[in-house]
């Protein structure tokens, strides 16, 4: 980290020391925060406890009791957990980062929640994370991230929209965790959904070639969640 340039040897030793790729690096070397990549480092390789909390219907989330400390994040950033699941079925949790400097997410939730901007303290904790970025440029997810913010809070929660109802309706009545961060990139023509089925998944979102890794805690570094 100390060196004036790195080759791509040594950010594939430091992918493997921190779960940061050279964008997450990078995007730390350039505030100066060496300190938080060590931190990252330290908290990747920590034997932290996985707690499992029923949510309800069935379903429940895991946590880790050390919250994990993260890149430096953009506005339009996309977070994917495999944390929720249903017996063996893991559907997992994921958001829009609509403020990178606060930490701040769009997130719609579970049954009975509204969407709405939470903390990033509702993602940083979870067993498995990884940090994604569209690979549209700056402006681009700006824009998304002020449609999201003004259009999609406030809305129910449906696990089944785009099964029991459209996918890409022209004006959304409800949506669920994955839905709202692809439908608002949708809205500038960009799909996030690798596999284009009915109802968008997070493990969907994690395998978009239209999505660059930041970085990944809790999952296998070299597979990620394929």
């Not at 109802?165 to 839905?179: A, N």
Request: proline residues 4%; contains cysteine; glycine residues 8%.
């Amino acid at each position: 980290m100390e060196k004036e340039t790195r080759s791509e040897e040594d950010y594939a030793l430091l992918y493997r020391q921190t779960g940061l790729t050279k964008i997450g690096i990078d995007g730390l070397l350039e505030e100066e925060n060496i300190k938080r990549i060590l931190n990252i480092q330290e908290n990747y390789f920590a034997e932290n406890e996985v707690i499992s909390k029923a949510m309800g219907y069935g379903t429940y989330i895991e946590y880790v009791d050390d919250p994990i400390p993260l890149a430096k994040l953009e506005n339009g950033d996309i977070l994917v957990s495999a944390c929720t699941f249903l017996s063996f079925f893991r559907f997992g949790h994921s958001a829009l980062v609509v403020d990178g400097e606060f930490r701040q997410l769009l997130e719609s939730y579970s049954y009975g929640v509204p969407s709405k901007v939470s903390s990033i303290a509702s993602m940083n904790d979870l067993s498995t994370l990884m940090v994604l970025r569209p690979k549209c440029d700056e402006q681009t997810r700006e824009r998304v991230v002020e449609y999201a913010k003004k259009e999609l809070t406030g809305l129910p929660y449906d696990f089944f929209v785009g099964f029991f109802s459209e996918k890409y309706p022209e004006t959304i009545k409800s949506t669920h965790c994955t839905h709202i961060l692809w439908y608002a990139y949708k809205k500038f023509g960009i799909d996030l959904d690798s596999n284009g089925g009915g109802i968008v998944k997070p493990q969907d979102i994690a395998n978009s070639d239209q999505l660059e890794l930041v970085q990944v805690y809790g999952f296998d570094p070299q597979t990620l969640w394929s």
